[in-house]
């Protein structure tokens, strides 16, 4: 039996305002009048109540069919130039036709690693405000946080998480506590694509359906697809939520050999060309779920997200941290150029990752260049599912929906960026970039115009000191809110 489902106290779902509890009864009543439609005939046996329930039934299901669907695929440190559309010499021909037939988001901003942008994207704050900057096996939200996912079920979502979770490693803590109806993957972080290990120790054993603790055999990234593939093909006429955060490209990384048959013969090296076919397989595999939607009939109307979560890494592959899984030996060849650093830092390289928006029946296709936050998916999508919470969440983040239907130009605002530990810390604010390293007397400030300097190699913070001292202020206002995750 699943856990019971987070709730908020009370929303507003339009013109009816129904307590929490009555949106559990109406909403489990909508999947059963859509699912049973022939048996709505006999509705009339139950009265009056019955006749009410069904005629607020009536009301979120003619809502729901303007609703998109929403399928947000992460991959997992994928480097700026890992995809061909950046430069890339790994072919990606899904995400390249993806990138040209929607809209590409220049300067999308994740965390500079896994679990605080997970934190951000499911709650619509900065991850800081969590106190989580590192990746984290203990449990992220406190009971009660309002999810994105639990959110969107509220609304009437079917709602799935398929790859991997790591906002607490215990399947107490797992994905259905936080609105998912279905789960899938790993409950913590990167794992072995073959034996689906973690880390070894106390969360190594991670593999799981629905918090239950399973073995499988095949390579991550396939089984991924299959349950998210078949997932689609399960659905009926409600909207759904489907989250994909694939574990591919984390080490460690050791791809079918048909893949890396496929990599191009240009790329040389063991770990390379595993590199790049892991690319190439998590390219196939977005393609397949694309494949899924149109099959099932709701490509149109399906609002899809492909992002990264951090930037890429050159960090060893076979970490030995990690049960043997006979990978390869040798350096990760994630590329973030022009973008400077990598997976971990606040530079660039660690933050701003390849991101494409597809919706073919709402957006049209081309590009943004408006800096944009992983935060502002949760009160984009809240507002495309009409979800209005009933108290303030906190959100950080705002809505981007006139800015990606209507090209609507988004003032200026600042973006926050805690690192790991807060050792570092960073606030973009207009074309400048402040990034904040060490603490007191090793205090390091610079400052970069990142129109000009992408690469961030020119420091300003000489030279434009009114600028740093303003900006220092704002990103010090920004800090102050940081570890204030009450759920109330
Ligand atoms: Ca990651």
Known sequence: MLPQRVLPAEHSTGSVSVSA????????????????????????????????????????VSNAQTRPNIVFIMADDLGWADVAFHGGNAPTPCLDRLAKEGLELTQHYVAPVCSPTRTGLLTGRCWSRFGVTTPTNELALPTGTVTLPGALQDRGYDTCLVGKWHLGSLPKWGPNHFGFDHSYGSLAGGISPWNHRYKKGEYSVTWHRNEELIEESGHVTDLLTDEAVKWIRMRDSLPFFLYVPYTAVHLPIKEPDKWIRRAPQTITGNVARQYAACIMHLDDAVGRIISALEHAGVRDNTLLVFTSDNGGSTAENNDLKYPDDNCPNGRLTANNLPLRGKKGDVYEGG???????????????????????????????????????????????VNLVPLLLHRVEMSKRPLYTAGPRWRASALRYGDWKLVVTGKDENRNVELFNIATDVNESKNLADTEAHRVDAMLTRLQEAARRDNDALAR
Request: aromatic fraction near 10%; charged fraction near 20%.
């Open 21 to 60: 509890n009555g949106l559990v009864m109406i909403r489990g009543a909508v999947k059963a009048v859509v699912r049973l439609k022939g048996e709505m005939m006999c509705l009339h046996f139950y009265g009056a109540l019955m006749f009410a329930t069904a005629w607020c039934c009536q009301l979120v």
């Open 351 to 397: 933050t701003r990752v390849p991101t494409i928006v597809s919706w073919p029946a709402r957006v049209k296709p081309g590009k943004v260049n408006n800096p944009v936050h992983v935060t502002d998916w949760m009160p984009t999508f809240c507002s495309l599912a009409d979800f209005e919470p009933a108290r303030d969440l906190k959100w950080d983040g």
